[in-house]
């Protein structure tokens, strides 16, 4: 049976969603065929330290996104990343091992760093000579820690994307314009049409204080036709915090779900971060997308995405900014919020996850060298 390790790491969702929607694709193609292992080195490390990051980087990206830019900007620097080999170490044994373990035909990864632990393994075991490929799930404005170590392959969202891989010295031949990889189930859904005379929707994921949602959502509250679902996802401080200040007035909040194709099909507007994965599974649900909170650094190439598009708007500011952004959009019979239907319509809808999955399955057997041998 032929292997197939994803690499991913739990700093925000849009990594683990990518390689978990790879891992369905690849299943459902091979009719279990092939074994796929979703792992986060990071986790299996060390648990405790992956904890502090995780809550690290999403208080950065919350309370202090100037920080996160700073961050940002240093991880970009050549030779920073690639300096940090002792610092590292725990990690890139701990990928050796999980190689080992599992004796995968292939890797893939959705996490930059692990470009620079697998050149390492392979620099100091020759024979571990496994092909490997870099998932990248960040759009147009990356950081050039994805693609400053070459791999086997880059798999990218668009050719917006592959042309800062190409410029940053990536050979042609190694880019490969697949698409973002999204769920399945997006390619069974219809978005919600025009709602006519009745109520309109909006999906809200609060980023930032809680006092500036609840500010947002009294403003959302004054228009009457609108309702609101609010997912406030693992910030639990938030979640309560809406829930006490009987936020929102009409409409429901919601913690963590795993529903979010559903209510995204169901939708006419998003409200939240451009995250990478977020922008991406809103243009497969074909909703409008509205940048309420930026997160500088990777999410302004979405940012750009979704306004050379003509898909949604950037409606930062004061956080009355979103009601006055959407209260446009419904007027006039909702003639802005159909424009950018209209457009998300244009764009070409393929089923990435499987593209994906069809080209790592392929590369099955393509091993330059002995890989790992299975006892």
């Excluded at 373990?101 to 292939?106: A, G, I, S, T």
């Excluded at 086997?152 to 042309?163: L, S």
């Excluded at 949602?213 to 959302?220: E, K």
């Excluded at 089923?351 to 330059?368: E, K, N, P, T």
Aim: with cysteine.
């Amino acid at each position: 049976m032929a292997r197939i390790l994803i690499l991913t790491a739990s700093m925000g969702e849009g990594h683990n969603t990518a390689a978990q929607n790879v891992r369905h694709a690849i299943e459902a193609l091979s009719h279990g065929q092939t074994e796929v292992l979703v792992a986060d080195p990071y986790t299996r490390t060390n648990p405790v330290v992956n904890r502090l990051m995780q809550q690290g980087y999403t208080a950065a990206i919350n309370t202090y996104p100037r920080a996160w830019k700073l961050v940002f900007n240093f991880l970009s620097r050549p030779g920073v990343v690639e300096g940090m080999g002792p610092l590292l170490a725990e990690l890139t044994a701990g990928v050796r091992s999980l190689i080992h373990e599992f004796q995968p035909d292939v890797i893939a990864s959705t996490y930059p760093v692990f470009s620079f632990l697998i050149a390492k393994i392979r620099k100091r075991q020759p024979g571990m000579q496994l092909p490997f490929f870099t998932i990248v799930t960040d759009s147009t404005m990356i950081n050039s820690a994805w693609y400053r170590c070459h791999c086997d392959g880059f798999i990218v969202a668009d050719h917006a994307t592959a042309q800062v891989l190409i410029h940053g010295k990536v050979p042609h031949s190694l880019v490969h314009v697949l698409g973002f990889p999204v769920s399945a189930i997006f390619d069974t859904l219809e978005p919600a049409p025009h709602p006519g005379t009745g109520a309109w929707k909006a999906i809200f994921f609060p980023g930032g204080r809680a006092d500036r949602a609840i500010q947002t959502l009294r403003r959302l509250g004054e228009l009457e036709r609108l309702e609101v679902t609010v997912v406030t996802g693992k910030r639990h401080a938030v979640h309560e915090a809406l829930r006490k200040a009987g936020m929102p007035r009409r409409g429901e909040l919601l913690g963590w779900t795993d529903r979010m194709p559903e209510l995204m099909a169901s939708h006419h507007f998003f409200i939240g971060k451009a995250g990478g994965a977020t922008v991406q599974e809103a243009m497969a649900a074909r909703l409008p997308f509205l940048v309420s909170h930026v997160v500088p650094g990777q999410e302004e190439g979405n940012i750009a995405l979704i306004e050379r598009s003509g898909i949604g708007t950037l409606a930062v500011g004061p956080p009355e900014r979103v009601g006055d952004v959407i209260e446009g959009a419904m007027a006039s019979g909702g003639r802005l919020w159909s424009a950018w239907r209209e457009n998300l319509e244009s764009l070409p809808q393929v089923s990435a996850s499987r593209q994906i999955a069809r080209f790592l399955m392929d590369r099955v057997g393509s091993r330059s060298g002995g890989g790992v041998p299975r006892g």
